[in-house]
Structure formats: C-alpha cells, structure tokens
C-alpha cells in the first residue's frame, strides 16, 4: 500500500478531480487546495463516492501564503501535482493581468511554499499551447517555445520559473535537489467511466467535445465548425485527443518516474502527453453520432483567431521515460462523455 500524500492544487477541477480518483485508488493519501473559482467542491464529494475514499479539501487560494504554510504545516506532503490555474484562451486575451498574476503569481508562491517545507517533487500541468507555431505539426519536446497567447505565456513562464529553479539548485544544493515533471497536454476530453465526474464548463463552452455534447443533448442548438479551408484531408482542424484518464495516470507515472534512478540528482523535465494522432473536428462529430447515435446539427463557420490546422503530439519520450502511453480509444473518450453529459445534463448543479 503506498502511504504517500499527495497536494493536488485545483484538485475539484476537470483534470484535477479524474487525478485524485486516480490517486486514492494507487493508495495514495490525497490532499486538495482549491479556490472553487472555476469548479464546485461536489466534484470532491463524488471522487470519495467512486473510490470509497476520503481525501482532505482545504478551500484555498495558491496566492495565499499564509493558507499554503498552513497545509504544508497540516500534512505531510511529499508530492504536489499543480494543476490549479485558469485556462481560457481566449478570456486570457482580454484579461492578460489576471492570468499573469493568477497562473505565474500564483506558482511563485506555490514554489516559495514548498521550498519552505522542503518538498521538491512537483508535477506541472503544462500545455502543447506553448509549442506556438514550431516547424512540424508532431511537436517533440526539444522544440522551441513560442506560445502566441497569454495563457501560452503563462504555461511557458511557470516552465522557465522551474526550469531555473531547479538549475539553481542543482548548483547550490546537489544534496536536496528539485525533481519536476513538465507534463504538456494536448487535448483531454472525455470523462471517469462512472459518468459521475466530467467537464462542467461555466456558461457556454469552448472547447469542442463540451460544445457538441451540449448539441446533442439540446442545451445548445448548432455546433460552428470553425473553418473548413485548412490544409487537412477534410479542411477542418485535427488535434490530438486524450482520454482524461489516460492523461491522470500520466501524473502518477511522473511521480513514480521523479522518485527513480533518473531523477535521482534532480531535474525538471518536460513530456509531452497525447496519442500521438489527430482527429478532425468533422471526425469527432462522426464519431459522436456513431457512438452515441445522436445527430450533431452544425454549420461551416469561419475559422476562429488564434486557431492552427493541425498539431499531435510524439508522445514516445513519455513512453521511453515515465512508461506511460495513452489506452483508450476515441469510442471511450466519447461514449463516457455522453455518460457524463446524460447523467448530469446541468453539470455539478
Ligand atoms: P479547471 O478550471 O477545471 O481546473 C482548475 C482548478 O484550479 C479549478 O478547480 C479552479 O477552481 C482552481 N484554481 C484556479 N485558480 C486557483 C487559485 N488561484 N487557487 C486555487 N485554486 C485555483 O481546469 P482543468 O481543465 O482541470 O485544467 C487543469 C490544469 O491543466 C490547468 O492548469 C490548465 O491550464 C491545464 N491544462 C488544461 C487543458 C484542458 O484542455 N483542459 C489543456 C492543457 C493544460
Ligand atoms: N472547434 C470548433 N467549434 C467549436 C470549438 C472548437 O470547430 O465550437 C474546433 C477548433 O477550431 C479546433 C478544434 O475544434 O480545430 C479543437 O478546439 P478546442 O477549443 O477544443 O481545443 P484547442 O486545440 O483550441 O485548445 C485546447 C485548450 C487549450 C490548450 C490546447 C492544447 O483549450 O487550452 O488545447 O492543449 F492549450
């Protein structure tokens, strides 16, 4: 049984309620710090209905140094997976300052916390965003970084701020040193098999596989399929989708990786995490009328700004070094978003 703790930041969000599941079943002890500002603390109440298991919430900020001491003071952490953090693109295109101070801010204060409490192992959610525009659209982690909104800056901010972090004490202390893993998603869809924890986005949705679940159960009335002229075999664009689960189980095999003979002198390391394929946005819309014999009423719409034709992961370093790739198919990652859309059509509410 592992008795370790782990501090999920934004652990009641989308990813970070399918990490703590995740954990309680590995047997780790699971502690949360979360402000709720983009989630509800029943996403938590039916992570310990899945696992039977209870876990230890402090409804907290990240800024809070005071709070983060406290926490640190409560539990004995060995391990932080930080995922707490707002993600809106486009919202980061009007509201830059708030990002900057919430996101890089934010895990200034995290990082000083835990250089307090002398706990070193980190997992950082980190994103394909801040790849930009590099020369191929299989992005490779060696790349360079060139995000081109702000929430890309925020993510490849917070890398460098660890990146340096870690050198710094590679140099100054070899004996304690950091050991951090930069996981850069792509895109997570989908939902636990249960259908009793998914994506509950705040008014409409961005994202697409929210959008066209919310068509497909009525709440929306047409999905804008946002330019059909890219350079793809059918002109819409191609991501690589990820199961949410497939991406937790990522973080638990970055924690194992971070306390092996690899990281053993420290470290801070990025992995891309993703399938490795792309799908298309008409090919996710297909897939969901197949799976789950719905019609999804769409239009052709004109491509949105700041949107790329395509990019996937490779995704074998993660393969080569933390044992981990992706299980799922993309028939999971639809049917359990429909199980999780059916069963709670109003989300966590
Ligand atoms: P989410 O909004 O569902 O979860 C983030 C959680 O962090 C929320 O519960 C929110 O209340 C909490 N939070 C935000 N700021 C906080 C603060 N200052 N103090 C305490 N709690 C705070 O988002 P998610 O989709 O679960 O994403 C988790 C992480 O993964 C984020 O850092 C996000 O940038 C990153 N990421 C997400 C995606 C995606 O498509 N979902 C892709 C790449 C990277
Ligand atoms: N799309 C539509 N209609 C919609 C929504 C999306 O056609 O209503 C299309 C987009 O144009 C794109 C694809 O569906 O081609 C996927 O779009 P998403 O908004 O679901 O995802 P993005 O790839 O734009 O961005 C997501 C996250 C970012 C993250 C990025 C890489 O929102 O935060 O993946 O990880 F940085």
Redesign the pocket.
């Known amino acids: 049984m592992n008795s370790q703790t782990v501090l999920v ?8 309620s399918h990490a703590c599941v995740e954990l309680l079943q590995a047997g780790f002890n699971v502690v949360v ?7 509800k603390s029943e996403a938590l109440a039916r992570v310990q209905q899945i696992t039977g298991k209870t876990l230890q919430f402090y409804q ?4 809070d140094p005071l709070a983060l001491a406290n926490i640190f003071e409560q539990e004995a952490i060995d391990t932080v997976i930080h ?5 809106a693109v486009g919202e980061s295109c009007q509201q830059p300052l708030r990002y900057y101070e ?2 890089v801010y ?1 895990s200034m204060v995290l990082i000083e916390a835990m250089q307090q409490a002398n706990v070193k192992q980190l997992v950082f ?5 801040v790849y930009g525009e590099p020369p191929s659209v299989q992005y490779v982690e060696h790349f360079p970084l060139s995000p081109i909104n702000p ?1 890309g800056r925020t ?1 490849a901010m917070i890398e460098d701020m660890l990146r340096d972090v870690s050198a710094a004490d590679q140099l100054v202390k070899p004996e304690n040193p950091w050991k951090i893993a930069l996981l850069r ?1 792509f ?2 869809i989908g939902a636990h098999a249960s259908g009793l924890i998914g ?1 509950d986005p705040n008014g409409i949705p961005n ?1 697409l596989m929210p959008y066209v679940s919310q068509v497909a159960i009525g709440k929306l009335a047409q999905l804008s399929v946002f330019g059909d002229d890219y350079p793809t075999p059918d002109g819409t664009g191609i991501r690589d989708y990820i199961h949410v689960v497939d991406l937790v189980k990522g973080h638990i095999k970055a924690i194992t990786a971070l306390q092996s003979d690899k990281f053993a002198a420290g470290g801070c390391q990025a992995y891309n995490l993703g399938a490795g394929k792309g799908y298309s946005v008409l090919d996710m819309v297909k897939a969901f009328e197949r799976v789950t014999g719905q019609t999804i009423n769409y239009k052709i719409a004109p491509r949105r700004a700041g949107d790329l034709a395509e990019f996937f992961a490779d995704p074998s370093l993660a393969l080569q070094e933390l044992d981990w790739q992706v299980e799922k198919t993309l028939d999971d990652m639809v049917a359990d978003t429909w199980a999780w859309q059916t069963k709670n059509p109003q989300g966590y509410q």
Do not use: H, M, Q, W
């Open positions: 930041t934004g652990g009641a969000g989308y990813i970070g710090v979360d402000n709720l500002c983009n989630s907290a900020d990240i800024r995922f707490a953090g707002l993600k919430n996101n934010g959610s980190s994103s394909a965003t929430y993510k998603y895109n997570p994506e994202n």
